[in-house]
Structures are given as C-alpha cells and as structure tokens.
C-alpha cells in the first residue's frame, strides 16, 4: 500500500473518535487501543494525541524525551490492564525497511502467547 509520510493519517481519526476503537488506556497525551489486525492475543497501539513531528522515532528531537518516557509508561499500563506484564514485547516499526504503515508514532504491545525471538 501506498503511505504519504507527514500527512494525516488514520490515528488522527481515532483520536478524535471518528472511527471506533477498542480504547483500553486514554490520559491527556496517548490514547492506547486494540490493533485492527491483531499480530497475538493481546495487541494493543499506543499513540501520542499530539504527533508534533513523530511521524515515527526516527523523527525524534530532544523536545520529544517527555512524550517518549509518557508512551513507553503507557505501554506498562496496558500490559498490567490486560493482564500481560510478566510477558509481553513492545515494538516500534520505523521506516520502509521495518513495515511502518501509519506515519504516526506508535508503540505496539504484544503479548498473551509466547514471543519468539528473534522476531523476524
Ligand atoms: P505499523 O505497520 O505502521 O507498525 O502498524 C500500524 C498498525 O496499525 C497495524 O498493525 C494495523 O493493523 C493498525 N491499524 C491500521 N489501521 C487501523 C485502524 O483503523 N484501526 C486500528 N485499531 N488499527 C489500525
């Protein structure tokens, strides 16, 4: 599929909840829901509500250290609520070369069956 890089994309939609999401975490700065296409029995996005340049890490500035911290928090939020703390994988897919899809920033939190490593 063809991805404009810098543009809008579909998370902005879901943040402002014009498609529907399974939303499991929401605070002021990241909104955290089910994967469309789940990869594991738990899949779960976690994205920052205000991209401010993060079209993905490989975008990231000094000015972006609060928001990074905050997401990778939330990521432990939402293994701990889906009951997947003790084993569970948190992945960033940056750039063509890595499968990145959504030029938004998002962490995903795999978890609920054994993770193979390495991932492929
Ligand atoms: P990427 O490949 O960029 O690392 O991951 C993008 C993820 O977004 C994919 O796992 C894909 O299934 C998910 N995704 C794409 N569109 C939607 C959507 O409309 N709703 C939800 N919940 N997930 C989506």
């Given amino acids: 599929a063809s991805v404009e890089i810098g543009g809008p994309t579909i998370f902005d939609k879901i943040i402002a909840k014009e498609i529907p999401s399974k ?29 401010d340049g993060l079209t993905g890490l490989g975008k990231a500035e000094p000015r972006h250290g609060e928001i990074l911290g905050h997401l990778l928090y939330a990521a432990k939020v939402v293994a701990e609520k889906e009951g997947i703390v003790d084993g569970f994988r948190v992945v960033i897919n940056n750039g063509p070369g890595a499968c990145q899809s959504v030029y938004h920033l998002h962490l995903h939190v795999l978890g609920g069956r054994q993770m193979k490593w390495p991932p492929g």
Avoid: G, S, T
Wanted: no cysteine; proline share 10%.
């Fill in 23 to 51: 939303i499991i975490y929401e605070d002021e700065k990241v909104l955290a829901f089910h994967d469309i296409n789940p990869q594991a029995p738990v899949h779960v996005l976690v994205i920052p509500k205000f991209r």
